[in-house]
C-alpha cells in the first residue's frame, strides 16, 4: 500500500482549499493504479516547528495498492505534487499488505 500525505490547502494562500490540485490527484492516481482511496472527511492535522514557530497543516491521505513498487515514477512524481502543492517536501510512504 502505498500512501501520500497531501496538503488540504496551498502553502501560498493558507485558507485556500487546493480542491482543483486533489482531484487533479484523485485522477491521476485512479489512472494510473485503476483505483485510488482518499481520506478527506476528517483531515489529519500536523504541526511542527519552522523558525521557532509553531507551524500546523490539514492533510489528505490518498492510498493506492500495487504488486510492484516502480521507485523512479513514485520519485518523479513526488516532485511533481511538491511543485504543484508548493511544499519542500510531500511524504509518499509505502507499508507492507498482507491479505488475510
Known amino acids: ?8 490547502y496551498t502553502r501560498d494562500q493558507p485558507m485556500t482549499p487546493a ?3 486533489h482531484a487533479m490527484v484523485k485522477a491521476e492516481l485512479t489512472r494510473y493504479f485503476g483505483r485510488c482511496e482518499a481520506h478527506t472527511r476528517s483531515p489529519a492535522g500536523g504541526r511542527w516547528l ?5 507551524r500546523r497543516d490539514e492533510i489528505v491521505i ?3 495498492m500495487a504488486r ?3 521507485a523512479r515514477w513514485w520519485n518523479w512524481y513526488q516532485e511533481v505534487l511538491e511543485t504543484r502543492f508548493r511544499q519542500q ?6 507499508l507492507p499488505l498482507i491479505h488475510l
Open 1 to 8: 500500500m502505498i500512501q501520500l500525505l497531501l496538503p488540504l
Open 50 to 54: 519552522e523558525e521557532g514557530l509553531g
Open 68 to 70: 510492484l513498487l516502480d
Open 89 to 94: 517536501q510531500v511524504i509518499i510512504r509505502v
Open 62 to 64: 490518498y492510498e493506492v
Open 19 to 21: 480542491d482543483v490540485l
